[in-house]
């Protein structure tokens, strides 16, 4: 009897290392068998756009972006590697951003603004009205000297900065006095986050300026192109 039990507990403990085998072959397969990697590229499809697809050309406002510059293209990584998010956040921001387009596209037009800039406002506020740290708010997170300085109406009562359209033309008119005198919309792209004044320091002595006009707005820039590309190249990044 006393034999027929460690029979027993040596049946039942090789049965439990044959189960532990089978199951860790289950849990920890080989990432490259054919049923796991389809499991990977379908999770890949449905949920996020591959991060090392890059375009070969990249533009705003109709002005190339200079890939051949190490800098530029290592921030241009940077950026589609740490903005790109699921398919379902890309997707419902693009059918949100519909309604806005619709608003802020024949006011562009009207002004003879390029159509890209319309991208800027996902970046400043997703097009929520928003109040930054700052005292910036509305879509275009309009500052209030600027915002007066083109006939809005900011005070305690009524704060006009957060009207689509009308902040949209203040953003019209201030593009339509820089762009002359800058002589590139990216860098009045720039002159809208820093200021002319801001903007001209950080410039210094380049001759002729570069639109690498420091870290920060090289970074901002590549976040708006970043919603163009998927936007106007969905097919590209995986989105249809």
């Given at each position: 009897?006393?034999?027929?039990?460690?029979?027993?507990?040596?049946?039942?403990?090789?049965?439990?290392?044959?189960?532990?085998?089978?199951?860790?072959?289950?849990?920890?397969?080989d990432?490259?068998?054919?049923?796991?990697?389809?499991?990977?590229?379908?999770?890949?499809?449905?949920?996020?756009?591959?991060?090392?697809?890059?375009?070969?050309?990249?533009?705003?406002?109709?002005?190339?972006?200079?890939?051949?510059d190490?800098?530029?293209?290592?921030?241009?990584?940077?950026?589609?590697?740490?903005?790109?998010?699921?398919?379902?956040?890309?997707v419902?921001?693009?059918?949100?951003?519909?309604?806005?387009?619709?608003?802020?596209?024949?006011?562009?037009?009207?002004?003879?603004?390029?159509?890209?800039?319309?991208?800027?406002?996902?970046?400043?506020?997703?097009?929520?009205?928003?109040?930054?740290?700052?005292?910036?708010?509305?879509?275009?997170?309009?500052?209030?000297?600027?915002?007066?300085?083109?006939?809005?109406?900011?005070?305690?009562?009524?704060?006009?900065?957060?009207?689509?359209?009308?902040?949209?033309?203040?953003?019209c008119?201030?593009?339509?006095?820089?762009?002359?005198?800058?002589?590139?919309?990216?860098?009045s792209?720039?002159?809208?986050?820093?200021?002319?004044?801001?903007?001209?320091?950080?410039?210094?002595?380049?001759?002729?300026?570069?639109?690498?006009?420091?870290?920060?707005?090289?970074?901002?820039?590549?976040?708006?192109?970043?919603?163009k590309?998927?936007?106007?190249?969905?097919?590209?990044?995986?989105l249809?």
């Open positions: 009897m006393h034999q027929f039990k460690h029979y027993i507990r040596f049946i039942a403990l090789l049965l439990l290392v044959v189960a532990t085998v089978i199951t860790s072959k289950v849990i920890f397969s990432p490259s068998s054919s049923e796991d990697e389809s499991y990977h590229a379908a999770f890949r499809h449905s949920y996020k756009i591959m991060g090392n697809v890059f375009p070969k050309d990249l533009s705003f406002a109709g002005e190339p972006v200079p890939l051949s190490s800098l530029l293209l290592a921030v241009m990584r940077s950026e589609f590697h740490s903005r790109t998010k699921s398919k379902l956040h890309l419902m921001l693009q059918k949100r951003a519909r309604s806005f387009f619709r608003v802020i596209e024949p006011i562009l037009k009207e002004y003879s603004i390029p159509d890209d800039f319309k991208y800027v406002p996902i970046v400043e506020s997703n097009f929520y009205d928003t109040v930054s740290p700052r005292g910036a708010k509305g879509p275009w997170q309009l500052m209030v000297p600027i915002a007066q300085t083109f006939g809005l109406t900011v005070n305690d009562t009524l704060d006009e900065r957060s009207d689509l359209k009308k902040s949209t033309e203040v953003i008119k201030c593009l339509r006095q820089t762009q002359p005198e800058l002589g590139s919309w990216i860098l792209l720039a002159g809208l986050n820093y200021g002319m004044e801001g903007l001209k320091k950080r410039l210094g002595k380049k001759q002729p300026p570069g639109i690498l006009v420091d870290k920060d707005f090289t970074t901002y820039l590549f976040r708006v192109i970043l919603y590309e998927v936007f106007t190249r969905p097919e590209l990044y995986g249809k």
